[in-house]
Every structure is written in C-alpha cells, then in structure tokens.
C-alpha cells in the first residue's frame, strides 16, 4: 500500500469517526482518551495473567 493510499485511509476513517460523533471533534478526543484507558488496564491485566515463559522473557510496553 503507498503513502497516497494510506493518508487517504486514515482521512476517510477520521471522516466516519467525525460523522459517527456528529461533528463534535471533543467528542472524538474523549472517546480516544477513554479507549486509551481501556486499553492500557487491559495491558496490565494481561501482564498479570501471562507467565514469562509463555512470552519468553518479553513484558508487555506502556508507552510507545
């Protein structure tokens, strides 16, 4: 996929997200912010349940 065919992507998808929220780009913002959240308790009860062997020494990031 070329860098044309990806922005184009990634507009079309903010565009259905925008949509999805009537326009209310903080809306947008607040929805992200909460799924973060999610995402990252996910992570940590994830790091809880997995042994180290199962991943062979690997531990998961939090930050990029």
């Known amino acids: 996929m070329g860098k ?3 922005k ?6 903010l565009e259905d997200v925008l949509a999805y929220h009537e326009g209310d780009a903080v ?6 912010l ?5 995402l990252r308790r996910q992570l940590v009860l ?4 997995m042994s180290r062997g ?3 020494g690997w531990r998961p990031s939090f930050e990029r």
């Open 4 to 6: 044309e065919t990806e």
């Open 27 to 32: 809306a947008v913002v607040q929805t992200l």
């Open 34 to 38: 909460d799924d973060c959240k999610h």
């Open 54 to 56: 199962m991943t062979r």
């Open 8 to 13: 184009l992507d990634a507009r079309n998808e």
């Open 46 to 49: 994830t790091e809880r349940a």
